[in-house]
């Protein structure tokens, strides 16, 4: 097993349907560890820098939007395979494929509010948190 970090956050769609607690609880029990947790609206810049991957697609713009609307619950999360274990957790993209037990399956329906963003590989991880974070604000 490896050790590895994964950047989650809650989208402004999450944070203002109040399951802040519901999310951080699921990872929790899981017996994944919290190493870095804060809360802010992100610029237009940070938002399309982290979804620079779609950038062109039609739903670009709409998602910027989106993630810029509120407050987001940026963390790093930390433990053996997490990248993947973490993209379980959250379930498929489109919430009505998501199956239910999974974040998405259970709690929501609606793909541009799917209400969690997780890291989808050891590169993008990385890239994220260092996006979102500085070290100094994350555990040794
Ligand atoms: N998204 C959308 N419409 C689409 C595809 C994606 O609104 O047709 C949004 C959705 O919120 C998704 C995000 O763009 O979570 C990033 O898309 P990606 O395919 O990376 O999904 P994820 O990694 O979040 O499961
Ligand atoms: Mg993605």
Known sequence: ??????????????????????????????????????????????????????????FFAGLVDLITSGPVVAMVWEGDCIISSARKIIGATKPLEAEPGTIRGDLAINISRNVIHGSDAVETAEFEINLWFKASELNI
């Open 1 to 58: 097993m490896t050790s590895e970090r994964t950047f989650i956050a809650i989208k402004p769609d999450g944070v203002q349907r109040g399951l802040i607690g519901e999310i951080i609880g699921r990872f929790e029990r899981k017996g994944f560890k919290l190493v870095g947790i804060k809360q802010l609206i992100p610029t237009r810049e940070l938002a399309e820098n982290h979804y620079k991957v779609h950038r062109g697609r039609p």
